[in-house]
């Protein structure tokens, strides 16, 4: 029978490794049940502390984190080959994005607003307030590309520039965007997703609206949805990788996941922005 060599590794996550590396702490589960008062620890990497949120039914392919930048302070720029989508859950502050021309794009953001950083470009974002913490999550698809490539350094030293993404463009993060389908807004920067205008979607549910948004060109997208008093969205399956993040601010709620081969059924009620994954819920 032949022998598996000493330094060869099988079934490596490679993320997970990466993960372990960082010494913060990891949330798993079904669902966090308030993003605010994660307990967060330094993060050599960026400069802030953070807290890594690791979901059942993420299935590999995302994985997102919730970081804070303290009063008057920036974390240290980043790049990395994995695309990944802010929400900005308390504070204000600013982003400084750059590509390979140096040219440097500058737009303020807070509590509310949702935006992209452009694949492997360079970005640093700021807390220009004096007296507040800023805390943000970040979704990613770090776990798809770590897992596909084995090395941190071709996703955190990699030169490439993604032009087709990223170009000269002097609006790129304050032009309005435009509409390219029902309900689909093209779109890099939404300075308060909690205040856009959305458009019904009947055909999920009574009283509901939605807009969905392709940010920064990357294929990783989002969608914002709201459900009138006393109704529901219809129960719905999709691919594993979904973060969902209620906002108490704009009412409570609650969410069942179904699975066909297990009981019982898990139902959780939110009251506040937590990150869960739902193959059916209503």
């Known amino acids: 029978m032949a022998q598996i060599a000493p330094d060869v590794r099988l079934h490596v996550d490679a993320y997970r490794d990466w993960l372990a590396e960082q010494h913060l702490p990891v949330l798993?589960?079904?669902?966090?049940?308030?993003?605010?008062?994660v307990e967060l620890e330094p993060w050599e990497l960026?400069?802030?502390?953070?807290?890594?949120?690791?979901?059942e039914g993420s299935e590999g392919t995302s994985g997102s984190y919730v970081c804070e930048i303290a009063p008057g302070q920036s974390l240290k720029p980043q790049q990395h080959m994995y695309e990944e989508t802010i929400y900005i859950l308390q504070g204000r502050g600013a982003s400084t994005v750059w590509g390979s021309n140096g040219k440097r794009h500058n737009f303020e953001w807070q509590a509310g607003s949702l935006f992209a950083v452009p694949l492997n470009a360079r970005y640093q974002l700021h807390n220009t307030s004096g007296s507040g913490p800023v805390?943000?999550?970040?979704?990613?698809?770090?776990p798809l590309l770590m897992n596909y490539f084995h090395n941190p350094k071709f996703i955190f030293e990699n030169p490439f520039s993604f032009e087709d993404r990223f170009g000269d463009e002097e609006d790129y993060f304050s032009h309005d965007g435009r509409m390219i389908d029902t309900r689909q807004l093209q779109v890099n920067f939404v300075p308060d997703v909690r205040n856009l205008e959305l458009e019904a979607w009947v055909e999920r549910g009574g009283g509901g609206t939605n807009m969905s948004f392709q940010l920064s060109g990357n294929t990783f997208g989002a969608h914002v949805s709201e459900i009138a008093p006393g109704n529901y969205k219809k129960a719905h399956r999709h691919g594993?990788?979904?973060?969902?993040?209620?906002?108490k601010r704009l009412g409570t709620g609650k969410s069942q996941i179904e699975y066909e081969e297990e009981e019982p059924q898990i139902r959780r009620d939110f009251d506040a922005a937590r990150?869960?994954?739902q193959r059916a819920h209503q």
């Open 28 to 37: 798993t589960g079904h669902f966090v049940a308030e993003l605010d008062a």
């Open 46 to 55: 960026t400069g802030g502390r953070a807290a890594f949120i690791y979901l």
């Open 135 to 142: 805390r943000f999550v970040a979704v990613t698809t770090a």
């Open 240 to 247: 594993g990788g979904a973060h969902i993040l209620p906002d």
């Open 275 to 277: 990150a869960a994954w």
